[in-house]
Antibody, heavy 122, light 108 residues
Framework: QVQLQESGPGLVKPLQTLSLTCTVS??????????WSWIRQPAGKGLEWIGR???????NYNPSLKSRVTISIDASMKQFSLRLRSVTAADSALYYC??????????????WGKGTSVTVSS | SYELTQPPSVSVSPGQTARITCSGD??????AYWYQQKSGQAPVVVIY???KRPPGIPERFSGSNSRTVATLTISGAQVEDEADYYC???????????FGGGTKLTVL
C-alpha cells in the first residue's frame, strides 16, 4: 500500500524559499498512471491545488503560483519536492503531498500524506 | 481562472438526506470528485469520476453530474459524516486542478 510522507522546515523567513520533500513508500514513483502533486491548506481555510509533475517530467502549476513554484522528482530516491520562492505570511499553511491518478478522463488524488505545517515568519 | 462554487454550509438531522452542490463551467466535460475531510485529518476521496464510490466508502454516499452542477448526496446522513466536503475537478483547457471552496456538513 502506497504511503506518502512530507518533510521539511516548519518555519521559513519571509522572502526566502520554502522547500518540502515527499517520500513515497510501498509503490513506484515512475508509473505513467500517476502524477505527484502538492496541495496546501491555510489554517481554517480550504484546499488549494499547487501543482503536479509526472515521472516523465510533465508539469502543471496553479496559475496564481506559477511564477514562484517548482516541483521536481528524484525517482532514484522515490521522492518529489516542492520549492516555493519569495514566500510571505500568506504562504503559511498545512502542505500535503498526494498521488494523482490519471487514466483517460480520470484525474484525482487517491493517496495523501498526513501534511506538514509551514509558518512564514521572521 | 477556473472556479468551482460550493455552498459554505449544509445542515441536516441524522437520517436525513444531505445534498452538497458544486458548480463549474467545465463540469460537462470534466469529471467531478468529492473529498471528505474530518478535523485534523487529510482528505479522503468519497466519490470519483462523478458517480463512483471507492472501496470502503458507505453506500449512502453517491454522486451525480448534471451539466454544470455536480452533487454529492448522503442518504441517511450519520453523525460521523460531519466533515468538510470539497469538490475537485480540472480546467478543461489548461488541465490544472481546482478545488471548490468547501462545504461544512453539520449533522445534528
Amino acid at each position: 500500500q502506497v504511503q506518502l510522507q512530507e518533510s521539511g522546515p516548519g518555519l521559513v523567513k519571509p522572502l526566502q524559499t520554502l522547500s518540502l520533500t515527499c517520500t513515497v513508500s510501498g509503490g513506484s514513483i515512475s508509473s505513467d498512471s500517476y502524477y505527484w502533486s502538492w496541495i496546501r491548506q491555510p489554517a481554517g481555510k480550504g484546499l488549494e491545488w499547487i501543482g503536479r509533475m509526472s515521472a516523465s517530467g510533465t508539469t502543471n502549476y496553479n496559475p496564481s503560483l506559477k511564477s514562484r513554484v517548482t516541483i521536481s522528482i528524484d525517482a532514484s530516491m522515490k521522492q518529489f519536492s516542492l520549492r516555493l520562492r519569495s514566500v510571505t505570511a500568506a504562504d503559511s499553511a498545512l502542505y500535503y503531498c498526494a498521488r494523482e491518478f490519471q487514466y483517460g478522463q480520470s484525474c484525482y488524488m487517491d493517496v495523501w500524506g498526513k501534511g506538514t505545517s509551514v509558518t512564514v515568519s521572521s | 481562472s477556473y472556479e468551482l462554487t460550493q455552498p459554505p454550509s449544509v445542515s441536516v438531522s441524522p437520517g436525513q438526506t444531505a445534498r452538497i452542490t458544486c458548480s463549474g463551467d467545465a463540469l460537462p466535460r470534466k469529471y467531478a470528485y468529492w473529498y471528505q475531510q474530518k478535523s485534523g485529518q487529510a482528505p479522503v476521496v468519497v466519490i470519483y469520476d462523478d458517480t463512483k464510490r471507492p472501496p470502503g466508502i458507505p453506500e449512502r454516499f453517491s454522486g451525480s453530474n448534471s451539466r454544470t452542477v455536480a452533487t454529492l448526496t448522503i442518504s441517511g446522513a450519520q453523525v460521523e459524516d460531519e466533515a468538510d466536503y470539497y469538490c475537485y475537478s480540472t480546467d478543461s483547457i489548461t488541465n490544472h486542478g481546482v478545488f471548490g471552496g468547501g462545504t461544512k456538513l453539520t449533522v445534528l
